[in-house]
């Protein structure tokens, strides 16, 4: 009896949850990830879409993206950013994330998906408490929106081969010290294999 219990409590039930993917846009797929490469992250991000979308379940592809810089966070920090000319299409999302007839889009002016979004509205009216989360970069905007999505009280599941960082070391300090505080990791095989 305790088996079946343990075995239940690892399914994810496709109704309540969502799979929210973060950033995988033109723009910034070209840089160099790690641990795990671009093409490893988006052939993952993409398994999950199929299997999320083969069952019904609710899919986000969120983007950053500017009218005109103006609208985009200018704060004083240390490690000031350094403008760039960004090339024609550096929003749009990837080819290979294929068909998004079936995906809510939205796209944000910071780090995070929830804040100034209708992300939240979205989840809540579809009844979902659950999310599963992959992207770039493991510690700014997947990191930002796991944390956003805790203070809203989502249940999370972090698909850790489908998100990577600029460093290892990056990856590795909010997979290990903050990600398992506020969700669950998994595997994109462990996520499909428990969908139902």
């Known amino acids: 009896m305790e088996d079946l219990k343990s075995a239940e409590a690892k399914l994810v039930k496709a109704e309540k949850t969502a799979l929210v993917v973060i950033d995988l846009q033109k723009g910034i797929v ?3 990830g790690s641990p795990y490469t671009v093409t490893q992250v988006v052939q993952n991000a993409s398994k999950l879409m199929n299997a999320f979308t083969e069952k ?7 983007r ?4 005109d810089g103006k609208d985009m966070l200018k704060p004083k920090t240390d490690s000031p950013i350094n403008p760039v000319q960004l ?19 939205i796209t944000k002016r910071q780090w995070g998906a929830f804040y100034g979004t209708d992300l939240d509205l979205q989840l809540r009216r579809r009844g979902i408490d659950t999310i599963v989360l992959c992207g770039v970069s493991t510690g700014i905007g997947v990191d930002t929106t796991a944390r956003e999505a805790y203070q809203h009280g989502y249940n999370q599941i972090f698909s850790t081969d489908a998100m990577t960082a600029s460093t290892k070391e990056e990856h590795d300090y909010v997979c290990t010290y903050i990600f398992p505080r506020i969700g669950q990791l998994r595997t994109t095989e462990q996520i499909v294999l428990s969908l139902t």
Request: no cysteine; glycine share 10%.
């Open 30 to 32: 070209n840089r160099q």
């Open 87 to 105: 090339p024609e299409g550096w929003d749009s999302f990837v080819h290979e994330l294929g068909n998004m007839e079936k995906t809510h889009l």
């Open 64 to 67: 950053v993206s500017s009218v």
């Open 56 to 62: 019904g379940a609710f899919v986000v592809l969120v």
